[in-house]
Structure formats: structure tokens, C-alpha cells
């Protein structure tokens, strides 16, 4: 009889599908800020979904089960879902962009994990193991790092409000992250996918109405075609490819593991600034360093005692 244990773990896939979501969110982040200066961030997230449901409607129709019959089932936990993952943390992430700096939505993408991390204590009372949260929290130490903010440069009451609002939809997205749990028999592309199509409608429906009641002004035509290759670029990469890469390693590794992930976004702008011609200083290759340091011992927290023989 064959003695050898059942592989349980589950393995690199997960973490390269997080490694790779982290890296397109942050060349997003590089991406949106000039973006933003043409289109509104409520039109900005309207058009990315739009744009992004094409592609994530043909995946479920080419791979999903009986997804159409899921959503007739559970389209208003799905909508609510949708709204707070795509709507309100997008528009929320790119109104504070407008305001802010790159560096400092990247600060506040690292909250995520700690965020997370709370609300499972308080929502479900599970309390985070020392190495867990001490991942986190060297992590937020090495985004601090990344992003210049250990510097002590003032900073202007533009730049906090953004900050501010930044922070503020952040919950959204754990919320949406810890949301996938509803529906275990869900694959990964039919949570994605379904959050989005229900979402999509309703942004443009609130899109509309604010452009009706003069609040954002709707883009003028000039405007999305001298930003129409990033938009594009930032529907199907960022949008569509790294929220099913993310929600596949949030299943796999669970949401506070996989949040801690999101650390790596201002990594990835950091080396892909560098590949630009910008040069790092050394506290940022320092933060760097923090950032990987805390995936490590994240990967290692949950790992399995080996086996004695």
C-alpha cells in the first residue's frame, strides 16, 4: 500500500497568481494618474467595467456552469458585492489618485492586509497568528519605505483628502474579497465575472445620472481617444486578468493571506519606475527588501509541520 501522504498544500500557483495580479495593479497605478486628468474617476471606472464585461462575459459563457442560472439565483448579494469591490473601491481609489500621489494610494493598498486582518477578529473572531500579522506589519514598514512617506515631506490637504478617501475604499474591496466565501461552488472566473456583469449596469446607470444632474461631466470624445490605448489596457490586464488572478490566491491561500499579497503592488511600480529611468533611493530598495521579507514569512505561517517518519 502506497504510504505516501496526500498533498494538501496548495502549491506555487496561487502565489504566482498573486504575484501577478500585485505587479499589473501597480503598472495601473503608473497608468491611471494621467489618465484621470482627462476622465472622471466615476467615468473612468464606468467605461474600465464596460469595457472589462465583454471579455469576462465570453469566459463564462465558454467556461462557466450554468453561470446565467447563478446569477438569476443570486444577483442581489452579487450586485451588492460587485458594487463594493468594483464600484465603490475604483471610484473611490481614482477619486483619491486625482488628489493625491501614486506613492501614497501604494501606502494605502498596504492597509488592506491589516484592514483584513480586523475585521476577521471582529466580524468572525478568528484572531491572526504572531507570524501573520507580524507579515503584515513588516510589510506596511517596507510600503512605508517604498512610497518615500518615512521621509517627513509636508503634505497638503489635497493630498489627505485623497488619502482619506483612498483609505475609505479600500473596505470595500476587503469586503468584496471576504464576499467570495457566499458561494463556495463558484469558480473563481463565475465570482469575478458575475460581480462584474451585475455591477457594470448600475455604475452606468449612476454615471448617467450624475452626469445628468451636472456633478462629473461626461467624457468628451477627444479626451477617451487621447487615453484610449491605456484605458484599454487597464480593462483587460488590471481588471479582468488580475481580479481572477487574485480571487483564484484568495481561495486557495484565504482572504488575509492573500491581502498581504497587495504589499507588492508598489514594489512593482518601484522596479518598473527603475525600468523607466527612475532611480531608487536606498531606503526604497530597503522597503523592497520588507516586502519581500514579509511574503515570505506569510508563505511560511501557514505552511505544514514536515512529517516525522
Not at 3 to 29: E, Q
Request: charged share 10%; with cysteine; net charge positive.
Amino acid at each position: 500500500m502506497d504510504s505516501t501522504p496526500v498533498r494538501t498544500t496548495p502549491g506555487i500557483a496561487p502565489v504566482l497568481a498573486l504575484l501577478f495580479a500585485a505587479c499589473s495593479w501597480g503598472s495601473m497605478f503608473l497608468v491611471s494618474k494621467p489618465v484621470v486628468a482627462h476622465v472622471s474617476p466615476l467615468w473612468f471606472t464606468t467605461l474600465r467595467y464596460a469595457i472589462a464585461v465583454l471579455p469576462l462575459s465570453l469566459l463564462l459563457c465558454c467556461l462557466g456552469e450554468q453561470p446565467w442560472r447563478k446569477l438569476r439565483q443570486h444577483w442581489p448579494g452579487l450586485s451588492v458585492l460587485g458594487l463594493l469591490g468594483y464600484g465603490f473601491f475604483g471610484v473611490a481609489t481614482m477619486t483619491g489618485l486625482s488628489l493625491s500621489q501614486p506613492s501614497h494610494g501604494a501606502v494605502l493598498m498596504a492597509t488592506v492586509p491589516l484592514t483584513t486582518l480586523l475585521l476577521r477578529w471582529v466580524l468572525d473572531g478568528q484572531r491572526p497568528g504572531p507570524r501573520v500579522a507580524g507579515a503584515a506589519a513588516l510589510a506596511l514598514v517596507g510600503v512605508v519605505l517604498v512610497s518615500g512617506l518615512a521621509g517627513g515631506a509636508a503634505t497638503t490637504r489635497r493630498a489627505m483628502a485623497g488619502d482619506a478617501i483612498m483609505l475609505l475604499g479600500t473596505v470595500g474591496w476587503v469586503l468584496y474579497t471576504r464576499g467570495g466565501a457566499r458561494w463556495p461552488a463558484f469558480s473563481t472566473l463565475e465570482y469575478s465575472g458575475l460581480t462584474a456583469v451585475t455591477a457594470a449596469p448600475v455604475l452606468l446607470l449612476v454615471a448617467a445620472s450624475a452626469t445628468a444632474t451636472g456633478v462629473v461631466d461626461a467624457p468628451r470624445w477627444s479626451d477617451l481617444s487621447a487615453v484610449l490605448p491605456q484605458l484599454l489596457y487597464i480593462a483587460v490586464i488590471p481588471t479582468v486578468a488580475a481580479v481572477l488572478a487574485f480571487n483564484y490566491g484568495v481561495r486557495q491561500l484565504g482572504a488575509a493571506r492573500g491581502s498581504l499579497f497587495l504589499n507588492g503592488v508598489p514594489v512593482s511600480a518601484l522596479l518598473m519606475g527603475a525600468a523607466l529611468g527612475q532611480h531608487p533611493a536606498a531606503q526604497e530598495w530597503l522597503g523592497a527588501l520588507c516586502v519581500m521579507g514579509a511574503l515570505t514569512l506569510s508563505n511560511r505561517a501557514s505552511a505544514p509541520a514536515p512529517r516525522r517518519a
